[in-house]
């Protein structure tokens, strides 16, 4: 009796979590792809002060804001425009790691570590930066911690999406994969649903052939979810492509 009974609970149990599962999947929704800016959770007041602390930096399209190895102790954070960060490969592909729009911040570790810079970030189209120097920071962070908190808000967020990367990297299919790394790296807006690098640059930075990339958007394509252009891929609808994403990806 005691078997059964221990067969029956592991059956209810195992019925249980495939239950939770399939609640986690239905309740994902697109911000767990998009992490809000950091000055999204501070007040205007707040954003001020920041801000006076600070000395802006205009940039053109694709000049660099900072090189992998520098070593400039602050936080940067985009006012207007965008920027993309990564890291490039020994055969100069692009291994894009993010796409930072406006109230984003980058450089935050050097704030509270001795590391340098760990990628390549470039501005994407006409844009401004605001660079606070490490010390200031830190004060404005002690007189109002808010600033702190809210800085750690914004990398745990930043944080979980890595984390959703290496599961597409790790566990998804070949096209759910690219599908779920084209969600990850599509500005939000009202900046237009184009990831402006080249398919090549794609690969490497999902880690596949080239040829495995382009049979993955190829059959994108033909379900009408994404269109290739030249040094960006569309995407066509995010919620579409989001919701075929959900449904190929329900048993992972």
């Given at each position: ?173 070949l096209v ?8 990850i790296l599509t500005p ?65």
């Amino acid at each position: 009796m005691r078997g059964r009974a221990t067969d029956l609970e592991t059956r209810t149990n195992r019925s249980a979590w495939r239950q939770m599962s399939k609640m986690r999947q239905s309740d994902m929704d697109l911000s767990r792809f998009r992490p809000q800016p950091f000055l999204d959770f501070l007040s205007a007041d707040q954003i001020a002060r920041l801000k006076a602390e600070g000395y802006r930096r205009k940039l053109s399209d694709a000049q660099f804001i900072y090189s992998r190895g520098d070593m400039d102790p602050g936080i940067s954070i985009i006012e207007s425009g965008a920027a993309r960060a990564g890291i490039y490969g020994s055969e100069g592909e692009f291994i894009l790691t993010s796409f930072l729009g406006p109230g984003h911040s980058f450089g935050e570790f050097t704030v509270f570590t001795e590391v340098p810079l760990s990628h390549d970030i470039s501005a994407v189209g006409p844009t401004t930066v605001i660079r606070i120097p490490a010390e200031k920071f830190l004060e404005l962070g002690q007189a109002e911690p808010a600033y702190l908190a809210a800085l750690m808000r914004a990398t745990l967020m930043r944080s979980h999406v890595l984390l959703e990367m290496l599961h597409a990297i790790r566990i998804l299919p070949l096209v759910p994969r690219v599908a779920k790394f084209l969600l990850i790296l599509t500005p939000p807006p009202p900046a237009k649903s184009k990831v402006r690098f080249k398919q090549s640059d794609l690969a490497a930075t999902i880690g596949l052939s080239r040829a495995s990339m382009n049979r993955a958007l190829t059959d994108l394509e033909n379900r009408g979810l994404i269109a290739r252009h030249y040094g960006a891929i569309e995407v066509r609808s995010v919620d579409n492509l989001f919701a075929w994403l959900q449904h190929e990806s329900a048993g992972y």
